[in-house]
């Protein structure tokens, strides 16, 4: 873990779970420091109690996850206020598989425009969305093939309320007819985005896989 990575703390009671998004500020060789964490729930930052026990889950820069459990030693303040944790040895930090983490199944709103003018533009929404790339239903009006170089916009809301709108230079890989959907699907590579766009995207996918996760627990 380093300094400036995203943070989910989740702390349980009985069958409550109450989850905080932060990000760490200071790291030592025991211990680290995080800003004072946010209510994914409520949007409240609060500080929390010294000595309560934390499953912490953290996105590296890298785009990989890990968990490990802590407790909350006390808070600190050198002109920011902030949350100091007890951080263990690297043994107790249990990596997620980045494939379980690759591809989310979730509805997001996106644009698709042809920068030849091979159709015209239209709105849809994912099957599915990774860091690489999306899965989209197409109209059936809208004619579309493999290799088609297009641009597609994609609206990312995060638990924070903070709301983004990023485009991706794309390309279509395939298209797809499957017997439940009325419309065709298309999988969709991003082939060039910026390392602030492609952070974005590894964030909210890592936000919604961990709430469709927790469903099912």
Not at 60 to 85: A, D, Y
Not at 139 to 146: C, L, R, S
């Amino acid at each position: 873990m380093k300094i400036g990575n995203v943070v989910v703390l989740k702390i349980r009671n009985g069958t409550e779970v109450e989850e905080y998004k932060s990000k760490v500020l200071e790291m030592e060789k025991d211990s680290f420091c995080i800003d004072i964490p946010q209510n994914i729930r409520t949007l409240k930052s609060n500080t929390l109690p010294k000595g309560v026990t934390i499953e912490l889950t953290y996105l590296t820069i890298e785009g990989n996850v890990f968990e490990f459990n802590t407790k909350v030693i006390g808070k600190r303040n050198t002109g920011i206020h902030m949350l100091e944790l007890y951080y263990p040895s690297k043994e107790n930090h249990k990596k997620i598989q980045r494939r379980q983490f690759v591809r989310v199944n979730v509805p997001v709103d996106i644009a698709i425009h042809c920068p030849n003018n091979m159709f015209s533009a239209f709105v849809t929404h994912t099957e599915d969305i990774s860091a690489g790339g999306v899965a989209a239903f197409v109209p059936n009006n809208i004619e579309v093939k493999p290799e088609m170089v297009i641009d597609v916009w994609i609206a990312l809301l995060f638990n924070s309320g903070e709301f983004k709108y990023i485009k991706f230079p794309s390309k279509i890989i395939r298209v797809l007819q499957r017997e439940e959907y009325s419309q065709n699907i298309i999988t969709i590579e991003f082939t060039d985005m910026n390392k602030t766009d492609r952070q974005l995207l590894i964030r909210y996918c890592f936000e919604k896989q961990l709430q469709l996760r927790d469903k099912l627990l």
